[in-house]
């Protein structure tokens, strides 16, 4: 069983920076391809980003949208992955969510396959 905790959160304006932090605990992280998702009201949940568990760094993937802008890290050591936000824009408002543990590393983008979730945390930013 694996257990994720997403905090950093946040009201900001346009234009700024924003970390998002997703704590593990339960089994070995660094087995796990982990990922970050967003829901905005209304809409579907989206995939935002992913990395998978290798030592060098790992792959990462990135949805289109945030490409460029997002970058997503672990610390493997301290069972934990980011997610660092930068020139957030307002269509970036929505829940982000940190996903572990996709049926397949192919998988990434696809919320449903997907075992754990952790609970959310809020992003909004104004204009």
């Known amino acids: 069983q694996v257990q994720l905790v997403e905090s950093g959160g946040g009201l900001v304006q346009a234009g700024v920076s924003l970390r998002l932090s997703c704590a593990a605990s339960?089994?070995?992280?660094?087995?796990?391809?982990m990922g970050w998702f967003r829901q905005a009201p209304g809409k579907e949940r989206e995939f935002v980003a992913a990395?998978?568990?290798?030592?060098?760094?790992?792959?990462?993937y990135y949805a289109d949208s945030v490409k460029g802008r997002f970058t997503i890290s672990r610390d493997n050591a301290k069972n934990t992955v980011y997610l660092q936000m930068n020139s957030l824009k307002p269509e970036d408002t929505a829940v982000y969510y940190c996903?572990?543990?996709?049926?397949?590393?192919?998988?990434?983008?696809?919320?449903?396959?997907?075992?754990?979730w952790g609970q959310g945390t809020q992003v909004t930013v104004s204009s």
């Open positions: 996903a572990a543990d996709p049926t397949r590393e192919t998988d990434y983008a696809d919320p449903i396959a997907y075992r754990y």
């Open positions: 990395i998978n568990w290798s030592y060098s760094g790992g792959r990462r």
């Open positions: 339960g089994r070995t992280f660094r087995n796990y391809v």
